[in-house]
């Protein structure tokens, strides 16, 4: 069965400083991986997307994320953090079966302080 | 932009109600889902669809029913709603390109009370 696991509930970092959340996940043959964020009361929003190919993958609002098969994670990164980026992120899971169902971890939430 | 709308934002609805949750896309796209969103437990899927008048159950079916007479519209229904379907309920929808690496767009979300 297809799953993710985001092992932090929330992280916390001083504005300026590089950010990691965390994404572990399992699944069947090979994974397709997505990271949402969503701002107070709003719906997801997609930042980017493994597929295949590099193992590192950039997206939107300077967003990057490194996946690695051996460890199956994909971690989100951001060399800078603002602000701005305090909100709750997802971490997405897709299996390349037949099924076009997407899981999502519990979700972090990125506290970044001025 | 893709756009997927969900027709309220804000739900207060009594025990045994049916209530309607209704979603629209404007892409074209063949795949709609419904979620709920909890604390601490992330997005767990309630129903999908891949074409019209077709639909599978997710993780938490259980309460939910679902309509996709057309392409576009995506409902759900709480045939008698309960105070545990307190909840925000997220929609939204993806392509069928030959890839499944296509994202999801998701809808502003209904945050819904039962009382």
């Known amino acids: 069965a297809q799953s993710v696991a985001q092992p932090e509930d929330q992280v916390n970092v001083a504005e300026g400083n590089p950010l990691t959340v965390k994404c572990t996940y399992s699944v069947s043959g090979n994974p397709y991986l997505f990271w949402y964020v969503q701002y107070p009361n709003r719906g997801l929003q997609f930042l980017l997307k493994?597929?295949?190919?590099?193992?590192l993958v950039k997206g939107s609002y300077g967003f990057e994320a490194e996946f690695n098969k051996s460890q199956t994670s994909f971690h989100l990164k951001k060399p800078s953090a603002l602000v701005s980026d305090s909100a709750l992120y997802f971490c997405?899971?897709?299996?390349?079966?037949?099924?076009?169902?997407?899981?999502f971890g519990s979700g972090t939430r990125l506290l970044v302080r001025p | 932009d893709v756009k997927v709308t969900q027709s309220s934002r804000y739900l207060v609805k009594r025990t045994g109600e049916k209530v309607f949750l209704e979603c629209v896309q404007d892409m074209d796209h063949e795949n709609m889902f419904w979620y709920r969103q909890d604390p601490g437990l992330g997005l767990r899927l309630i129903y999908f669809s891949y074409d019209v008048k077709m639909k599978e159950k997710g993780d938490i079916p259980e309460g939910y029913s679902v309509s996709r007479e057309k392409k576009e519209r995506f409902s759900l229904i709480l045939e008698s709603a309960s105070t545990n379907q307190t909840s925000m309920y997220l929609c939204?929808?993806?392509?069928?390109?030959?890839?499944?690496?296509?994202?999801?767009?998701f809808g502003q979300g209904t945050r819904l009370t039962v009382v």
């Open positions: 493994y597929i295949t190919g590099d193992n």
């Open positions: 939204a929808s993806s392509t069928s390109t030959a890839s499944h690496g296509t994202e999801a767009f």
């Open positions: 997405a899971v897709r299996g390349m079966d037949s099924s076009y169902k997407l899981i």
